[in-house]
């Protein structure tokens, strides 16, 4: 079984309107974890509004209901935005979201995402966040990868997590992609060693040989979990040819994923 | 015969790179009925005389080097590389160049590393230029280390159309692979290749005759390209194309 933590419904990119449906089944993953990060247009904006979000929201969950057990959303949401704690309430205990997305309105660690935080733990679904670990001073605004930051949008890396962590213990959180292309997986893995609440999410373009076995040794098996974010083959290839055991590997493919998502079958 | 076209040995100087010994790589070759590789030396990235690299890299190889096929780290930018290229291609058998345009500083455009292109053109040594081994963001050493442009290449290309060039460790959304004008002379490994359907994309931009499957070993994980390659929808004599007829015009001509 495959269980994909961290994929995304995308919008109008050209190079990234990839079909998500045909991607799981060309891939063969049996349940795949999704939300939508991307406005209309091709935009990444810092601060969605309420409606942007739930409209995105809205749009995972048409997908989700059109394929019945394969999809498990996960709810994007502002936390800044009247009515954040609510809403993500509603996404879960009324749609049948699995977790919350946040992504880069305000750092992991800002006091704002407390209230969701407590919420998640309350509500037991985790927390995706989008992490990167670039030189802060380096990272390059001048719209070379393919979508375009807005200047200060608050990219969590995983010192934002672990701070987070600490402050709520039981409260679930997946540090995003740490295998991204041109990202520091060691320091992002090492920041979020010592939280045992804090899941290692191993999707990413970099596909760097040595990052799964490195996260399995730093922060454990049990707390590795499989995501494509958009990039399958190199994702799927890092874990599947990663120097660890048959056991570590369905862990990391599906086991940890069902125990964190409550999965049964 | 399935071969690879970018593998690197040697070690790495900003984290722990394993398995970058011919040891190794010929168990990894083994393993997925790799044939043939095109390898280069990690360490002649970083060493300012990168002709010390191309010395190790020959003793590293030893006797496996009918299965390795030996690419020379040259950088015209350094004292007496004309003296390296004499000693590589005319003394010690390697049969392509590797050049890493941003870790040596200075940009293929430049007037006075035209000498290299001119020499490989007259000689039939093709050229495989990393188009990036790490980003400047992933460590502050690296800063100011700059990416090529596509339309740096093109113009190279079109200026020395016998200069055959294959660009590796490109990775699939890139602008460069945007910018770049489809041409016989230009061949683009898909070691950085993320899913299937970019594979699809690049046939449709570029035609699969121009594409070589290549891994980055031991960089990024083998799987990776290979299940690209394993889900991609293409035919069969394209697949067979990408796996290794490519690399073969490329190297030989």
Same mark, same amino acid.
């Given at each position: ?36 990060? *991307? ?94 670990? &670039?030189?802060? *001073? ?52 090492? &920041? ?29 098996? *049990? ?14 290839? &890092? ?27 | ?97 590797? $050049?890493?345009?941003? @870790? ?85 490994? $898909? ?27 031991? @960089? ?13 929808? $293409? ?19």
């Amino acid at each position: 079984m495959i269980i994909n933590i961290h994929e995304h419904l995308w919008g109008s990119r050209d190079i990234e309107t990839y079909d998500i449906v045909d991607v799981v089944e060309r891939y063969g993953f049996d349940i795949t974890c999704i939300s939508k990060v *991307e406005l209309p247009g091709g935009r990444f904006p810092k601060n969605p509004t309420r409606e942007e979000c739930n409209q995105n929201n809205r749009d995972v969950k048409e997908l989700m209901d059109r394929h019945n057990g394969k999809f498990l959303g996960f709810c994007l949401i502002n936390p800044t935005e009247p009515g954040a704690v609510d809403d993500f309430e509603g996404w879960i205990k009324d749609e049948g979201f699995s977790g919350l997305k946040l992504y880069t309105t305000v750092f992991a660690d800002d006091p704002i995402v407390d209230p969701l935080a407590e919420k998640a733990a309350e509500l037991d679904v985790p927390i995706l966040f989008h992490v990167e670990w &670039a030189w802060p *001073e380096l990272y390059p605004r001048d719209g070379r990868f393919r979508y375009n930051p807005e200047p200060d949008d608050c990219r969590s890396n995983g010192l934002h997590i672990a701070e987070l962590a600490k402050r709520h213990p039981n409260t679930t959180i997946i540090n995003g992609h740490v295998n991204m292309l041109g990202q520091d997986w060691e320091a992002s893995i090492r &920041a979020v060693k010592a939280c045992p609440n804090v899941y290692v999410d191993l999707s990413g373009s970099g596909s760097s040989r040595g990052c799964v076995e490195f996260a399995v040794r730093e922060a454990g098996v *049990e707390r590795c979990l499989f995501g494509t974010d958009g990039s399958i083959a190199s994702s799927l290839g &890092a874990v599947l040819g990663a120097d660890i055991t048959d056991d570590e590997r369905t862990l990391i493919m599906s086991g940890n994923a069902k125990r964190m998502l409550n999965i049964d079958y | 015969m399935i071969i690879d076209a970018n593998i690197y040995l040697g070690n790495w100087a900003f984290r722990r790179v394993t398995g970058g010994n011919a040891d190794e790589i010929i168990r990894m070759m083994d393993s997925f009925s790799i044939g043939k590789a095109f390898v280069s030396s990690m360490n002649g990235v970083m060493y300012r005389n990168c002709e010390e690299a191309n010395i190790e890299l020959l003793e590293g190889i030893g006797n496996t080097s009918e299965r390795l096929v030996r690419f020379a780290v040259i950088n015209p930018a350094y004292a007496g590389w004309k003296d390296d290229v004499v000693d590589c291609f005319e003394e010690f058998g390697f049969q392509g160049a590797k $050049i890493h345009p941003g @870790f040596h500083g200075y940009r293929i455009s430049e007037e006075l590393v035209q000498p290299l292109f001119r020499y490989c053109a007259d000689n039939d040594i093709p050229i495989s230029y990393s188009a990036r081994m790490e980003e400047g963001i992933e460590h502050w050493a690296l800063r100011g280390l700059e990416n090529p442009t596509g339309q740096e290449i093109d113009k190279l290309l079109a200026e020395y159309p016998d200069l055959r060039m294959l660009i590796t460790d490109l990775i699939g959304f890139d602008d460069v692979f945007t910018q770049l004008t489809p041409r016989d002379n230009l061949w683009l490994d $898909i070691s950085h290749l993320r899913r299937s359907d970019e594979l699809e994309l690049m046939i449709k931009r570029f035609g699969a005759k121009q594409l070589c499957y290549g891994s980055a070993f031991p @960089f990024r994980a083998v799987n990776s390209p290979m299940i690209v390659m394993e889900y991609a929808r $293409i035919s069969e004599e394209e697949r067979a194309e990408i796996m290794g007829f490519n690399a073969e015009r490329f190297l030989n001509g």
